[in-house]
């Protein structure tokens, strides 16, 4: 069995790109100092995707490589593992749409994996799909965001996909006992209560840990935290700008998953 330090970091992104890599900068050094070995970033991460579709095609294609090569770069020299969410280019010239993405970056700087959003926000009076377009769905189940860290093997989640059970678990029966959700949960009426149950309710029926990062005001609600697989917070911050750090254990997955087998007792697959 064997233990993994994570931490998850929250700053309220904006389309000065500078200003978002001083917040990335500073969270990383924060987790290093801390001995972190894999960091969790906020959904659209490198700019504000409530933006029109005019600048966000324009930071797509001006500004999003480099960035993408500047967390390359902070993620050799800190040897880290990071995940962080960017805003790519449709990637189909008679498709206008951005792809909202989180990409896995290994800490010799190669990208391990690249999530495009499957689930685009169209709820709360917010169109995303306007601007946004989600992922194409493929038998081999190639859409997911998937990859491993020693004994953890972590699953990818966007935002509102939190909100479809079915993505977690369909994770889960890949392997993944870690889920990891960066998100900008904007505020309204009960939305901070659903982010907490709903978090909590993927870590419990998946007996998972759950690593759930979110963007800070103006436009998110922070409250990033860990969760174990039991369904409490190990870890949790509040609306300030920081991170917060747990030591990932095997065995407590391998324990809690003993002792509530209800992966194993599934009877409707």
């Known amino acids: ?9 929250q700053f309220p992104a904006s389309n000065d790109i500078d200003e978002n890599k001083a917040y990335i900068t500073s969270l990383i050094h924060q987790a290093t100092q801390q001995q972190v070995k894999l960091l969790v970033l906020p959904e659209a991460s490198m700019c504000s995707f409530a933006s029109e579709l ?3 095609q324009r930071l797509a294609k001006e500004s999003t490589p480099a960035f993408i090569h500047f967390m390359q770069e902070q993620a050799k020299q800190n040897n880290l593992y990071i995940v962080v969410g960017v805003l790519s280019d449709g990637g189909d010239s008679l498709e206008p749409r951005v792809r909202n993405q989180l990409l896995v970056i290994h800490p010799t700087g190669q990208i391990l994996t690249q999530y495009t959003k499957i ?3 169209d ?4 169109k995303e799909s306007d601007k946004v377009k989600p992922a194409d769905l493929a038998d081999d189940g190639s859409m997911f965001g998937v990859f491993s860290v020693g004994e953890f093997t972590f699953g990818l989640i966007n935002c ?15 392997g993944v006992n870690v889920l990891s959700v960066s998100a900008n949960w904007i505020p309204g009426a009960y939305k901070e209560m659903h982010w907490d149950v709903l978090l909590r309710a993927r870590a419990i029926e998946n007996t998972s840990y759950v690593l759930a990062c979110g963007q800070t005001a103006p436009k998110g609600v922070g409250q990033s935290m860990i969760i174990d697989p039991m369904g409490f917070v190990i870890a949790g911050a509040g609306e300030q700008v920081g991170i917060r750090v747990h030591d990932l254990d095997s065995q407590r997955i391998a324990e809690v998953r003993e002792l509530l087998p209800c992966l194993a007792n599934r009877r409707l697959v």
């Open 54 to 56: 005019e600048v966000l």
């Open 123 to 126: 709820a709360f009076k917010f």
């Open 1 to 9: 069995m064997s233990t993994l330090r994570v931490a998850v970091g």
């Open 160 to 174: 509102y996909d939190l909100r479809f059970p079915e993505l977690a678990r369909a994770l889960i029966d890949r």
């Open 119 to 121: 689930h685009v926000y």
